[in-house]
């Protein structure tokens, strides 16, 4: 965590649409200054937890602080937010300095900025954002990419503690995605914001975020660092949802792993973490995998295909023991010795995750196992 001192906490906090729970009994702490990103499936609760979280959603239970103020009860143009949400479009009749300067002319008169001051201030956010040479124009008058640099200007505006951004760069392209998405973590770190980002983007989440927050089901599901979440995820799900995954069915033995046919020590270099016995879930990433000559082990696998794609070579690979359809994908640098088609190999799982695996019931019942 960077920054001093409370951010954003959050206790206990529900809401329920009719009889649709979206979001069950959070609690969370994001530090000031921190970057945090809500990522999870389509559902999970990430939107309604960021308009909780902005006062934008009424009936919800728990309680809301924001720096030092209890804000629960406190309506949304009171908590001192900024937020740029995907679907909160710019005004089309207002050009880019009117929409900027926008949030300081609704307020009540005692608080609000003289003109010059507005404008000056809106000045400076034009230049911070990268547009000031675009004050004049209206937003059918822009790029997608300027845009959302716009309504990132008009967030910031009221100069607020708390940066909610849900799906801010959605209908960009990929590569000003990714250059946009940079930017705003320099902004974030310079103006020392503290941010939370709804994402479908886990690429963008691991790469921005300081901490990642997996919903489901309307639950936290596990939160932590991209390292934590990468080197220690909790669950199968998180595995999965942060990215292409290889998953195999086995089961622990006597303290040792048996995938298929092969056993630890023969045809497969076992996890680093263990698990007790039992059917087990063995999870990595098709590039965490090492393929290895069978040299008179018994093998693991055999190659089924191989093709290149950029700076990989893309084995297909067929475990011993399993349906044909269970054949999984590992990535090798092109640079390393290749391996033929057909050729038998060891499987070094050593970075791969293990799950106990509750589906299956007992060590007979693990699918895809051969018991011979
Ligand atoms: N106004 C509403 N009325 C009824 N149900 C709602 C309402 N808003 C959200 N929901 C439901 O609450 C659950 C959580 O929705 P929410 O929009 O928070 O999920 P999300 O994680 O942001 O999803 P997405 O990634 O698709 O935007 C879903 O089941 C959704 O259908």
């Known amino acids: 965590m960077t920054g001093n001192g409370m951010g954003v906490a959050l206790r206990n906090v529900s809401c329920v649409f009719g009889r649709t729970p979206a979001v069950r009994g959070i609690d969370l702490e994001v530090a000031r200054g921190e970057f945090l990103a809500l990522v999870g499936p389509s559902g999970a609760g990430k939107t309604t937890l960021l308009r909780i979280i902005a006062g934008l959603q009424p009936g919800y239970e728990g309680s809301v602080r924001i720096g030092v103020r209890d804000v629960t009860r406190v309506p949304a143009r009171d908590r001192n937010i900024g ?126 975020a300081d901490r990642i927050a997996v919903l489901r089901d309307g639950r936290i599901e596990q939160i932590g660092t991209p390292a934590m979440l990468e080197d220690a995820p909790a669950s199968p799900f998180v595995h999965r949802f942060l990215g292409e995954t290889v998953s195999l069915p086995g089961c622990i033995v006597g303290g040792a792993i048996r995938l298929g046919g092969a056993w630890e020590g023969t045809g497969i270099v076992p996890p680093r973490v263990s698990a007790p ?57 092109a640079d390393r010795p290749s391996i033929p088609v057909g050729r038998a190999c060891r499987l070094d799982f050593s970075r791969a995750h293990m799950f106990p695996d509750r589906a299956t019931s007992s060590v007979s019942d693990a699918p895809g196992l051969v018991t011979a």
């Open 83 to 208: 937020f740029a949400f995907q679907n909160y479009a710019l005004f089309p009749h207002m050009n880019v300095a009117a929409n900027v300067a926008f949030g300081l002319t609704v307020r009540p008169r005692a608080t609000r900025p003289g003109r010059g001051e507005i404008r000056d201030r809106v000045e400076a956010l034009l230049q911070l954002v990268q547009v000031g040479d675009l004050a004049g124009r209206y937003p059918s008058q822009l790029s997608g990419g300027q845009r959302q640099r716009v309504s990132l200007a008009r967030a910031l505006a009221t100069e607020p503690e708390l940066l909610l951004l849900d799906e801010p760069f959605g209908a960009l392209d990929p590569l000003v995605r990714k250059e946009i998405r940079a930017w705003l973590r320099g902004l974030h770190n310079r103006l020392g914001l503290t941010s939370i980002l709804v994402t479908h983007d886990q690429e963008e989440a691991l790469e921005v």
């Open 277 to 333: 016995d039992g059917p087990v879930l063995l999870m990595a990433r098709p590039h965490t995998i090492g393929l290895l000559p069978a040299s008179g082990h018994a093998p693991a696998a055999e190659v089924a295909g191989v093709s290149r794609r950029g700076a990989f070579l893309r084995y297909r690979v067929a475990p011993a023991g399993y349906p044909p359809e269970s054949g999984i994908e590992i990535h090798v640098p």
